[in-house]
């Protein structure tokens, strides 16, 4: 079995032109699996950012509502409604939209997105609740998000900003949230604010705190009988999980992205069957006479699939190293996070070497399917 | 055989051959090979196989060695009737048989200890690395090329080469031993030191040596001259 893997490695490492050739092929296609996968969850996570940040034990919202950017609001009645029910303690309404604000030292306009919320309760996880909920009852103040892209100027409690509208509000403090593809920057304001200063408008989903030992799943269906059929109620894993979905199924980025990864896979597989191919041809009959002389078609197999797997392996490696230094490029020019989580590597790792094995085995099929008998 | 060939099949023969037809293709392609082939041959016996082009003689190797799947007739080797085995059962036979090609079919990659490692591997039981080392050392140096365990092929003259395919074959002490032109790429001095290795390996094992060859300076080393023509054997010695 060693000797196999052994022997494998010897023949896979002696053509070494053709190996780095087709390493940088599966190496490429490992870099574009990383990337697309990457930025395919940078995606996913900022469709649901609200939705991961959510703290109540549940959320209602709009049931035409296929995701969270889509704005189908909630009806601000049914917050009331949903108060009346038993078992419900609290309903926090929360409000998102984006505004322009400017950037005091070049004058630029940049979008920047605004959660509102009443200040009783802080609905999302962004930092200390008792702190944001105290600034937050000061009128005409927001709270910065201190993650945000540095396109804003400097943003320093005490200071203000200013908005396209030449409306100014006065910096409370900072809160944690952090850009994502879409957003480059968000601030947090109470809902009075938000009202106030941004015209009327309606929240776009409601966080709904219990009564301490209230069973959630009865709490959910009295909520669904009392209200008409136009909203629907989820804990927040079933909003997150639904943001995810729709984003990878239904929202045609999903798809973009799939098929980027699909064309990293076609490249890496085109690679890796090329060099087995090329290495099984040259050497035929070298093949058949390992069958002859005892050789079973699954030690060649195992001898073919040794050269895939490792190809997939010093790949991914090569591979990963090229994302690493992509997504340091993108964190330092974009601040955006595109981490290389260990699912992702886990992801990437398994597809380089399903493609590897796939070419392995169909490069092997001219080895099992050599006549032995030939060779004199 | 029908040109006088035909005995009683001894049943201590080593390999025995009855009645083999061989045909390649089939409907109108169809070309018969060999023809009621009979023959025995003995533990320790060096049989010569020689004739023309065509004759038939690579096919009776392959046949013996399990390459290719009888079609009518019987072949026992050691015992074990060929006719109707299944892959797992030819594949226990060729690791009994050191077979020699013509061409050394040597990977590049691997050095001389190394290709004989692997064919120890194959041959079905699994050698520890000091023993497969000592074991190859004894097989290279048997046939000169002791200086040349560690070499690769492209270090090595074709003559050598074919060496260390000899070597390959007779590493894991074969029951049986089918060679074809096997000296081809020799000098007089290498077919001597090779021949005389294929003989004391037949001597020892008692393996049958079945070669095919045009080499008439090996004539005189067999115990046994064979010639064939057109599929079936028209001199036996």
């Given at each position: 079995m060693r000797l196999g893997f052994a022997t494998g490695l010897r023949l896979l490492l002696h053509a070494r032109g053709r190996f780095v050739g087709a390493l940088g092929g599966i190496a490429m296609a490992v870099a574009i699996m990383f990337v697309e996968a990457e930025l395919l969850l940078g995606i996913v996570d900022s469709q649901a950012t609200v939705a991961q940040l959510l703290r109540g034990d549940l959320v209602a919202m709009n049931v035409s509502l296929t995701n969270l950017h889509k704005w189908n609001r909630l009806?601000?009645?049914?917050?009331?409604?949903?108060?009346?029910?038993?078992?419900?303690?609290?309903?926090?309404?929360?409000?998102?939209?984006?505004?322009?604000?400017?950037?005091?030292?070049?004058g630029r306009i940049r979008r920047i997105v605004v959660f509102a919320f009443p200040p009783d309760g802080l609905p999302i996880d962004i930092g200390d609740a008792a702190e944001i909920d105290g600034l937050l009852k000061r009128p005409d103040t927001v709270l910065f998000d201190r993650r945000s892209r540095p396109i804003y100027g400097a943003i320093a409690p005490g200071g203000d900003i200013e908005f396209e509208s030449k409306l100014k509000l006065r910096v409370a403090g900072f809160v944690d949230i952090g850009p994502d593809i879409v957003n480059d920057g968000a601030l947090v304001m109470s809902e009075g604010t938000w009202l106030a200063r941004f015209g009327s408008d309606t929240p776009i989903m409601a966080a709904i705190d219990l009564v301490p030992g209230a069973d959630r799943e009865d709490v959910r269906r009295r909520i669904l009988a009392r209200l008409p059929?136009?909203?629907?109620?989820?804990?927040?894993?079933?909003?997150?999980?639904r943001e995810i979905v729709f984003t990878l199924r239904v929202a045609p980025v999903g798809v973009l992205f799939a098929i980027g990864m699909l064309a990293g896979l076609i490249i890496g597989s085109v690679s890796c069957y090329q060099i087995l191919f090329n290495e099984v041809i040259d050497q035929q009959r070298q093949y058949a006479t390992l069958k002859a002389i005892g050789g079973s078609d699954a030690f060649l197999r195992r001898l073919i699939l040794t050269q895939a797997f490792v190809l997939s392996w010093i790949g991914f490696a090569a591979g990963g190293a090229v994302a690493w230094f992509f997504d340091a490029s993108v964190?330092?020019?974009?601040?955006?996070?595109?981490?290389?989580?260990?699912?992702?590597?886990?992801?990437?790792?398994?597809?380089?070497?399903?493609?590897?094995?796939?070419?392995?085995?169909?490069a092997v099929r001219s080895v099992t399917t050599s006549d032995p008998a030939a060779l004199y | 055989m029908d040109n006088g060939n035909h005995r009683a099949l001894d049943p201590s023969a080593a390999i025995a051959i009855e009645a083999v037809s061989y045909t390649f293709g089939s409907g109108s392609a169809r070309k018969p090979v060999l023809f009621d082939l009979s023959l025995h041959l003995a533990g320790g016996e060096f049989v010569v196989v020689t004739g023309p082009s065509g004759a038939g003689k690579t096919?009776?190797?392959?046949?013996?060695?399990?390459?290719?799947?009888?079609?009518t007739g019987s072949i026992k080797v050691l015992g074990t009737e060929l006719a109707g085995l299944d892959a797992r059962g030819q594949l226990e036979i060729r690791r009994k048989t050191g077979f020699i090609f013509q061409d050394h079919n040597l990977f590049d990659a691997l050095t001389s200890y190394q290709t004989l490692r692997l064919a120890m591997e194959l041959g079905g039981r699994a050698v520890p690395k000091r023993e497969a080392l000592q074991r190859a050392t004894d097989m290279l140096g048997e046939l000169g090329m002791a200086q040349h365990l560690h070499a690769r092929p492209r270090e090595l003259s074709t003559g050598e080469k074919q060496r260390v395919a000899i070597a390959r074959a007779l590493v894991n002490n074969p029951s049986i031993i089918l060679a074809d032109e096997p000296t081809a790429s020799l000098d007089r001095q290498s077919t001597d030191a090779v021949i005389g290795v294929l003989k004391n390996q037949a001597r020892r094992s008692g393996a049958p040596i079945v070669m095919v060859t045009h080499d008439n300076r090996l004539f005189a080393m067999a115990n046994r001259i064979i010639t064939m023509a057109d599929g079936r054997i028209t001199a036996p010695s």
């Open positions: 009806d601000e009645v049914r917050t009331q409604q949903i108060a009346a029910v038993d078992g419900v303690a609290h309903v926090t309404p929360i409000y998102e939209g984006a505004v322009g604000m400017r950037n005091l030292e070049d059929v136009d909203v629907a109620v989820l804990t927040p894993a079933e909003a997150r999980e964190a330092r020019t974009t601040g955006l996070p595109l981490d290389l989580s260990g699912a992702t590597a886990m992801l990437v790792l398994a597809l380089a070497m399903a493609m590897c094995a796939g070419a392995g085995l169909l | 096919t009776l190797l392959t046949l013996v060695g399990a390459l290719r799947a009888l079609q």
